[in-house]
């Protein structure tokens, strides 16, 4: 399945950009929203649409959720009545002020009348605060049609099998396969990693620049639904080209692939690929652990290096498996801090996440022990795609004195999480919660560093000992010292130049993979 696109012209490429950050960098929740009010709306208590945000009344959202210009058709799920695009922005402003992180850093100069939109009016309702390294500090905020979102949330979406990797976006563009689905039409097709993309329908992929022709571009790379039919003509890693037509289909993803052990000088190390925290892996990485253990593994490379998050709850078993059990007997995994409000009403045991000892019934059955590899040690291929809940195993790792090793890139930076809220058809995403470790550190808003920077090497396939950061993390692990980096400037000639090395390779990660998920079953009491 794909939501990033490519651009054409430059005012073009900024759209396609602000779409992809909107579609894909999102992160997750409960599906807990606002709650719907039986209040009418009027003239006598409406908020006055040049009101500072920091006079918005608390009760604000209750009043005008569900107040919509243009309603939609009552459902279960739907109890939209008449309202005004005004009462849209009401609530998009008291929601924000209610729940929003940092609500205590949006500007307060800011006013619904200079917006056309409720929309446009959320997307700058947000801190203006930098990282350390000068990017945004909320790079998190967006919206989604509820429709379109709800249907990703079910896995209702067609697509051909592979993961994308978006290495140059613009002409000279480089589009690479990281990986396919086993049993998908790109596998059957025998699509391997490191294939290029070479064109789509017969458009060029690396140098066209019409409209028209990126709109082709972007239809084939994004199918709207089963059954359609687009040729891809590839590059394999051996030179070879050739033309192979994919037919649109609904895929089920394997989460956990390439489990392998692999025997070294100084003893054997599990390797295994983790792409998705969702239900399918709690069975999968159990069934992966219990491999390990049967094959006498004395270390583990955790290859997350495109995984976006998803279920915190998985994530917390995961990181149960690995460790020691004394090591995280009476710890939190991850505490969750909302604002000073506390709008969702946490209370101190439900703020915290345990780690998890027994398997919770995603994809097994519920309360039976979890086996442990008993590690005091974990080496993590990582790059920018690997996300929130990826990023809360290293961190609640490291909160209870695991030592984690990063190869690849510096991961994404979101200690964040948010419970979306429908309204209106428009399901908004911002900043609710943080998470923080045992020892209370969450402040990882540009992402951790790698103790060795090894960029991602598409020439060889993932478990491949030879692959440039697993053979880094083998190497790393017997001797203590890092291969050799390759520089920024070396890694975009090679980019430029199409090579099989590529410094930073971003996914088409939707919005329902690059998240940090909390249920309501994770904050029992």
Known sequence: MTTWKLGAWPAAVVTAMAVCLAGCGGGGGSGAGSTTSGDTVGPGNAIPTDTPVDQVPSTGSARYAGACATPRQATTTSTD????????????????????????EVPTTLRAANYATPQAFFDVLKTPATTASGQPKDRFHFTYDTARYQAISQSIESGYGIEFAFIARTPPRNLRIAYTEPGSPAAAAGIARGATVLEIDGVDVVNSN??????????????????????????????????????????????????????????????????????????????????????????????????GGGKLAIASQLAY????????????????????????????????????????????????????????????????????????????????????????????????????????????????????????????????????????????????????????????????????????????????????VAESAYLDLPVTRSNRVLEAIDLAP
């Open 81 to 104: 009545r008449q309202g005004t695009l005004d009462d849209e922005k009401n609530w998009v402003r008291a929601w924000i002020d209610e729940t929003y992180l940092l609500f205590d």
């Open 321 to 500: 498996m690995i460790a020691p059990g004394a090591s995280t007997q009476n710890k939190t995994f991850e505490r969750i801090r909302s604002n000073s409000k506390n709008p969702f009403g946490f209370t101190a045991s439900q703020a915290n996440l345990p780690f998890y000892t027994r398997t919770r019934g995603y994809s097994t059955t519920s309360g039976q022990p979890l086996p442990q590899l008993g590690l005091s040690r974990l080496t993590v291929l990582a790059g920018p795609d690997t996300c929130s809940a990826s990023e809360s195993v290293v961190n609640s790792l490291r909160g209870v004195d695991i030592e984690v090793n990063l190869i690849g890139g510096t991961t994404c930076g979101k200690p964040y999480g948010f419970y979306p809220a429908d309204n209106c058809g428009t399901t908004y995403f911002t900043i609710q919660v943080q998470g923080v470790n045992d020892k209370g550190f969450g402040d990882y808003g540009d992402g951790f560093t790698p103790t060795c920077t090894v960029a991602d090497d598409f020439d060889h396939g993932l478990g491949d000992p030879a692959e440039a950061r697993l053979a880094a993390a083998l190497t790393y692990r017997s001797t203590g010292s890092c291969p050799v980096a390759v520089s920024a400037r070396s890694a975009r000639t090679a980019i430029a130049a199409t090579s099989s």
């Open 210 to 307: 019409t409209q028209a022709q990126v709109d082709t571009l972007n239809a084939g790379l994004v199918p709207t639904g089963d059954g359609q039919v687009h040729s891809f003509r590839l590059r394999a890693v051996g030179g070879s080209e050739s033309t192979v037509s994919l037919t649109s289909a609904s895929v089920s993803r394997t989460p956990v692939q390439n489990v392998r052990s692999i025997d070294t000088g100084s003893g054997r190390v599990g390797y295994l690929q983790f792409n998705d925290h969702v239900d399918k892996a709690e069975a999968q990485l159990i069934a992966a652990i219990n491999q390990f253990k049967a094959d006498g593994v004395s270390d583990l490379v955790l290859d997350m290096r495109y995984n």
